[in-house]
């Protein structure tokens, strides 16, 4: 017997990746960090809890001996999803951005590499996650086309100046440090590297407030509320997990070469939402603003894009695009279907 390790298993994109695994048949442990953030999960795939298909695990990633235990009660972990992530959101000052966002990363990382490294477990790939961030950057050439070869380049002095410059340093360094690894066991290590990630959620937490920050955009704008973010790349959150799991899954990506997986859906844009909002909910009111200006942001031509050539990952993952209106459509839908469930 043998499974699958993801890290913060209750996050957005980690249940996705345990939806996914669990589908095909394959046995998941979820970290999380205190177990009664497991239970919407286990609401969602109760059958799979009950039979002993889906197992959690409490662990702080900032603890090296909890992060050995894993690996000690579960001996048939052979494959590590490790999308748990921090952001740091608490951090204020120069010394906090380094401390809870640079240095945190780089423990965690160095830490559970060694540990995997050095368990009896017959781990055969460990599949990180970074963020397009790292490639880009905070501040980048629109002229530029940007591969799986690029990384931002930031000093620590300049890291240390912003949560955003803090979190684009740390995972360039953590990224670096994954792909210099030599491992003695044959462990494949592989990266994931997210845009702007959207798409239906699998649960809604204690109210509307707490959607993840992507998905809260959505719902603010289906409630009638001006859209706060541009243009980015995006990519639908069913794409994220499926890639992550053929990285992991020797099974089904048995010969794949790259190291580092760059998903990217499309390029989305909040304005672009309302038309697909208007067309599909009747229910949908576009508030006080004026539609033709939103429709002018949608379509204007000057707005600055970052260009991609991310052929290799397109070709090795072999993940068919979902479009910008499908996520829209389902993510809207199974927002209105789980609001009403919480508000009964």
């Given at each position: 017997m043998s499974a699958t390790l993801v890290t913060g298993a209750n996050g957005f994109i980690a249940g996705h990746i345990v939806k996914e695994l669990l589908q095909l048949g394959i046995n998941v442990v979820g970290s999380v960090r205190s177990f009664n953030k497991a239970?919407?999960?286990?609401?969602?795939?109760?059958?799979?809890?009950?039979?002993?298909?889906?197992?959690?695990?409490?662990?702080?990633?900032?603890?090296?001996?909890?992060?050995?235990?894993?690996?000690?009660?579960?001996?048939?972990?052979?494959?590590?999803?490790?999308?748990?992530?921090?952001?740091?959101?608490?951090?204020?000052?120069?010394?906090?951005?380094?401390?809870?966002?640079?240095?945190?990363?780089?423990?965690?990382?160095?830490?559970?590499?060694?540990?995997?490294?050095?368990?009896?477990n017959k781990i055969e790939r460990f599949v990180y996650f970074s963020s397009s961030i790292a490639v880009r950057g905070p501040n980048y050439d629109?002229?530029?086309?940007?591969?799986?070869?690029?990384?931002?380049?930031?000093?620590h002095e300049d890291a240390i100046q912003s949560s955003l410059n803090a979190y684009t340093y740390a995972k360039v360094h953590a990224e670096k440090f994954i792909l210099n690894q030599k491992s003695l066991k044959g462990i494949e290590y592989k990266i994931i590297v997210p845009p702007t990630v959207i798409g239906p959620p699998l649960y809604i937490w204690d109210n509307n407030e707490s959607f993840d920050a992507n998905n809260k955009h959505f719902y603010d704008v289906f409630k009638g509320k001006e859209p706060k973010r541009g243009v980015e790349w995006y990519a639908d959150v069913r794409s994220i997990a499926k890639g992550a799991v053929k990285a992991a899954d020797k099974r089904s990506t048995p010969s794949i070469e790259n190291n580092r997986y760059v998903i990217v859906d499309g390029t989305e844009n909040?304005?672009?939402?309302?038309?697909i909002l208007l067309e599909n909910f009747q229910n949908f009111n576009p508030g006080n603003w004026d539609e033709l200006n939103f429709k002018g942001k949608t379509l204007n031509e000057d707005r600055k894009l970052a260009k991609r050539d991310l052929s290799i990952s397109e070709k090795e993952l072999g993940l068919k695009q979902i479009q910008y209106e499908t996520t829209v459509i389902d993510t809207i839908k199974l927002i209105i279907k789980l609001d009403e469930q919480v508000s009964k």
């Open positions: 239970a919407n999960l286990i609401s969602v795939f109760p059958n799979e809890f009950k039979s002993g298909q889906l197992k959690f695990v409490e662990v702080d990633f900032n603890n090296k001996q909890e992060i050995e235990s894993i690996f000690t009660k579960f001996p048939e972990i052979n494959n590590v999803i490790h999308p748990a992530q921090n952001f740091g959101r608490n951090a204020t000052t120069p010394e906090e951005y380094d401390k809870e966002i640079i240095q945190y990363t780089k423990n965690s990382i160095e830490s559970i590499v060694d540990i995997v490294e050095k368990s009896s629109h002229e530029y086309v940007f591969t799986e070869q690029d990384f931002a380049n930031l000093s909040y304005y672009d939402s309302i038309p």
